[in-house]
């Protein structure tokens, strides 16, 4: 009889160990699978980069390099992960050679590896090393937490490091590190060239962003947008003095709404504030940091899964990237005047645009040709007449607005730089004009979803 008792008593301590156990971990099995394919954290990943990029004070332009090439490498492990459906971009994208193969395709978790290869390659292209291992960390630990196998673990965390180093290379050979030596830009004063503006007065920022290789277009000028009109204060029949005035009084009259809506668009990353004596710099998101916003907003809006999605924002930023290098390249031929200066010297001394005028050339605007590339792309990714309410700027305390798609909100950017009193209504015309076909061949020259 003692032998029973003792034989039950052990089995109840096993029991007792087990449920214990279980109870210790939840009674949880396995969910990894379900964690790393909820597209919410690969838009929560992208803006952990965007808040990093605002943290660092990156120029717009700097900061759609970093955007580009984190997202390819997130879309190649995808691409490479789901063959039958996504197409490599290699061979595609300018210089961009065959990017390895995973050779333990069935051990790697693909989303997993898609968000660190990510990671590394965003942190890597203008940060110092490290910038985003308390992120990277993290996701290591929530793969730990929800039962990724280390074996799993080891691997996708081997071939996102693979891909990562193979953009990285490809990185390295966009003329970018020449541009951080060139020449800067040299003032004077002459009749309709750039100046620097107030407050701070700063030097032009990139002159020499024309010269980085681009991914889908031939060269920067293969879409050179046509000379603005001659500059002409003295004749109140020319074209230009008319484009002066016309942004003169739409500015001096700003109904709330178009108010509303040039601070909506501002994406001045680093806006310096001058009180009496003391100076002190806000910071946002830039252009191309919103529009990555507008991705997240996108894909939640369309219920895209985690494939599409990382699909989205690579499609996007390539279009970003490639319409930035286009305007640039437009700006440091023409080296044109801002409104605030030509009206300041000719017309009314003490006139100030709603906005704060950004540092380098108005032609064109750079923010109407990235907004219109971004449209297409992203149009092209989830599809036309997505409605939504863009919520980006309620961090920065500004109230959203709503779309009836992404066109619509490229539309409406190009009107908010002429609100801003920052760019010319010509400048903002032809440039949303030209983004729009950088987009549409980013859409129609890359195929990636099969």
Same mark, same amino acid.
Request: glycine residues 4%.
């Given at each position: 009889m003692s032998r029973v008792l003792s034989? *039950?008593? #052990?089995?109840w301590l096993v029991m007792f160990i087990g449920v214990t156990l279980c109870i210790l971990s939840s009674c949880k099995k396995p969910d990894y699978e379900k964690v790393f394919n909820n597209p919410a954290l690969y838009s929560n990943t992208v803006y952990e980069l965007n808040s990093v990029v605002m943290g660092n004070n990156f120029? +717009? !332009?700097v900061a759609s390099r970093s955007y580009a090439y984190a997202t390819i490498a997130g879309y190649e492990v995808v691409a490479a992960g789901n063959p039958k459906k996504f197409q490599s971009l290699a061979g595609q994208l300018n210089d961009l050679q065959a990017l390895p193969k995973p050779f333990n395709k069935n051990e790697i978790n693909y989303p997993y590896a898609a968000l660190l290869a990510f990671c590394k390659v965003g942190e890597a292209v203008t940060f110092p090393a490290g910038s985003l291992k308390y992120y990277t960390d993290s996701l290591h630990t929530l793969?730990? =937490? @929800?039962?990724? +196998? $280390?074996k799993m673990i080891a691997a996708s965390e081997? /071939?996102?490091g693979i891909i990562a180093n193979a953009i990285m290379a490809w990185s390295k050979k966009d003329h970018y590190a020449q541009t951080r030596s060139a020449s800067k830009f040299?003032?004077? $004063? *002459?009749?309709?060239?750039?100046? +620097? =503006?107030p407050p701070a007065y700063a030097e032009a920022a990139e002159p020499h962003w024309g010269e980085i290789r681009t991914m889908v277009m @031939?060269?920067?000028?293969?879409? *050179?947008a046509p000379p603005p009109p001659q500059f002409n204060v003295t004749d109140k029949s020319s074209t230009y003095y008319q484009e002066v005035m016309l942004i003169k009084n739409a500015g001096d009259h700003l109904t709330p709404e178009q108010s509303w809506m040039a601070d909506f668009w501002d994406d001045n990353p680093q806006k310096l504030n001058v009180a009496g004596h003391v100076q002190f710099v806000t910071k946002k998101f830039s252009p191309p940091g919103h529009w990555l916003s507008i991705v997240g907003i996108g894909v939640k809006q369309t219920k895209a899964d985690f494939d599409t999605t990382v699909c989205a924002y690579a499609k996007t930023a390539i279009a970003l990237f490639d319409a930035f290098i286009e305007s640039w390249a437009a700006k440091y031929v /023409? #080296? =044109? !005047?801002?409104?605030e200066t030509v009206i300041d010297k000719y017309i009314d001394p003490e006139w100030r645009p709603h906005l704060q005028t950004p540092p380098f050339p108005e032609y064109t605007c750079g923010h109407c040709t990235i907004s219109a590339a971004a449209a297409e792309a992203l149009t092209s990714a989830l599809g036309d007449h997505v409605q939504y309410t863009d919520t980006s700027e309620l961090e920065f305390g500004v109230k959203s607005r709503s779309y009836t798609s992404f066109r619509n909100a490229a539309d409406e950017t190009a009107l908010s730089?002429? /609100?801003g009193g920052i760019h010319f209504q010509n400048s903002c015309t032809v440039s949303h004009k030209y983004g729009k076909i950088v987009g549409d061949s980013v859409a129609i020259k890359l195929t990636m979803k099969k």
């Open positions: 034989i *039950s008593f #052990k089995l120029t +717009p !332009v793969a730990q =937490t @929800h039962g990724m +196998p $280390d081997a /071939y996102a040299s003032i004077n $004063d *002459s009749a309709g060239r750039w100046t +620097p =503006t @031939h060269n920067a000028r293969e879409y *050179s /023409y #080296k =044109t !005047v801002r409104p730089r002429f /609100y």
